[in-house]
C-alpha cells in the first residue's frame, strides 16, 4: 500500500519533472481507465451489504 504524503507547492517545485516515457504511459492509462477493471454482474452487486450492515458497532476492524 502506498503512502499519502503532504506537500506545499514549494516541495513541488522541488521535484523532478515526469519524463516523457512516464507522461506517455499516464496518458495511455487515462485513455483506457475500465481496462483491467471488472465491472461486478448483477449476482455480484446483489450480494454487496451496506457497511453498517457488514460492521453493525461501528468498527472497520475484523
Keep these: ?5 503532504t506537500m506545499t507547492l ?3 517545485k522541488k ?6 516515457k512516464r507522461l506517455k504511459e499516464i496518458e495511455a492509462f487515462e485513455d483506457k481507465p ?4 471488472p465491472v ?3 449476482e ?3 450480494k454487496f ?3 453498517y450492515e457488514v460492521h453493525p ?3 472497520s476492524t475484523a
Design 1 to 5: 500500500m502506498g503512502t499519502i504524503v
Design 10 to 12: 514549494d516541495d513541488e
Design 15 to 20: 521535484m523532478p519533472p515526469i519524463s516523457e
Design 34 to 37: 475500465d481496462e483491467g477493471c
Design 40 to 42: 461486478p454482474t448483477k
Design 44 to 46: 455480484q452487486l446483489s
Design 49 to 51: 451489504k451496506p457497511w
Design 57 to 59: 458497532n461501528g468498527s
